[in-house]
């Protein structure tokens, strides 16, 4: 084997054995932290907000958790195996105190158990739910009160977990409720419209839309930016083409063609189907981008700045720019448009799609012809 691919086998290998011990190092180093975290919530005293509470945070922690339960021997378990898994976790032995504590302190998950003196693991979900509907409630259970638990999701909470359980048991559904937590909290938010520079679609997050600055957008979603020359670029804009998702080729209109705002100026081909835009502005077409054609997939980083679709000499801009939407008028068409899509997808859709509150990227691409077709006639061939 010649020496200088053994030199480089050997970088390699010392490199993934480097990087190994590193990951080692700091594992055991976040581990001694998290174990003198345990330590010390032993030692501090919390008497003012909860009698029995016991505090272990640690920084950037996965999740916030609650714990309540009247034997101190499953609340130690609890501390002791998320705190070192990543969790901070405060535990209270009494339902009372759980309560004082959410209304000074925000947490992600309150763990209960269902058998309490006092005030049982029922009351402490219905009253967690009525303070702080934000906090994800789960039920600490035994074999014998699996029922009881079952009906507390009546009442809110989110599931339950039978004791006694081992260190990955408890780890492994912990982790799936942080996951079904996210997940429902992504769907309940609505999708955001940001207006934002023309340097920054990597900002611009999942179920999320971008306008950049300066831009005006129409009703019919196309955007315009005058230039210094007063030439106006024109193209698809981010509603439009992340509810499209994949584009197979662009239809441009011919180099010297007169143009009417609100004549169809371009058109989308989408396998077989074909969405026609609208034109913003009045005027003839002195250029055509038609490298798009050969890199399409640029689109989906940005539809906007230099990958405009055509450049109008326009006629009437004085006028017709007044009729188009920039900066909060724009979000404003943006977030209607949204709200009106997302309403029309959870009718058409079936299963798990339909109850999004966001936008798939290519949400058009699931429907039938018949919707499809109705789809693309409410949101781009809207009369001007």
Request: glycine content about 6%.
């Amino acid at each position: 084997m010649p020496l200088f691919i053994t030199a480089i086998i050997v970088f390699i290998l010392a490199d993934i054995l480097i990087r190994y011990f590193l990951k080692k190092s700091q594992e055991k180093k976040l581990r001694k932290e998290r174990e003198s975290v345990l330590q010390e919530s032993l030692n501090l005293d919390y008497s003012k907000e909860a009698v029995s509470l016991k505090r272990a945070e640690v920084d950037n922690p996965k999740a916030k958790i609650l714990c309540v339960d009247d034997e101190s021997v499953i609340l130690d378990s609890f501390r002791k195996i998320l705190v070192l898994d990543g969790y901070s976790v405060d535990t209270v032995e009494q339902g009372g105190e759980a309560l004082n504590l959410i209304k000074s302190n925000h947490y992600d998950f309150v763990f209960t158990d269902l058998k309490m003196p006092e005030m049982d693991g029922v009351e402490v979900t219905k009253a967690v739910k009525y303070l702080r509907p934000d906090i994800d409630v789960i039920i600490i259970t035994g074999y014998a009160t699996v029922e009881t638990a079952v009906n507390c999701m009546k009442y809110g909470a989110m599931d339950y977990v039978q004791k006694p359980f081992t260190e990955d048991e408890l780890l492994e559904f912990t982790k799936n409720s942080l996951i079904k937590r996210q997940d429902r909290i992504h769907k309940e938010l609505k999708p955001r419209v940001h207006v934002a520079h023309l340097s920054e679609p990597e900002s611009i997050g999942k179920g999320e839309f971008a306008i950049p600055g300066g831009v005006f957008i129409s009703d019919t979603h196309t955007w315009a930016s005058v230039e210094q020359d007063g030439t106006v670029k024109v193209g698809l804009d981010d509603f439009a083409k992340k509810l499209i998702g994949s584009i197979n080729k662009i239809d441009f209109p011919n180099l010297g063609m007169k143009v009417q705002k609100g004549q169809i100026l371009f058109s989308i081909k989408q396998g077989q189907k074909t969405i026609p835009f609208k034109s913003p502005i009045s005027g003839s077409i002195t250029k055509i981008n038609q490298t798009l054609n050969e890199d399409l997939e640029v689109l989906d980083i940005s539809p906007y700045d230099k990958n405009w679709i055509c450049v109008i000499d326009a006629d009437q801009l004085d006028i017709e720019l007044h009729e188009l939407k920039i900066g909060k008028t724009a979000v404003a068409l943006y977030q209607e448009d949204i709200d009106y899509c997302i309403a029309e997808l959870k009718k058409l859709l079936s299963g798990d799609q339909k109850e999004t509150n966001e936008i798939y990227i290519g949400a058009l691409q699931m429907l039938e012809d018949k919707n499809w077709n109705a789809l693309i006639s409410d949101l781009f061939k809207k009369d001007n």
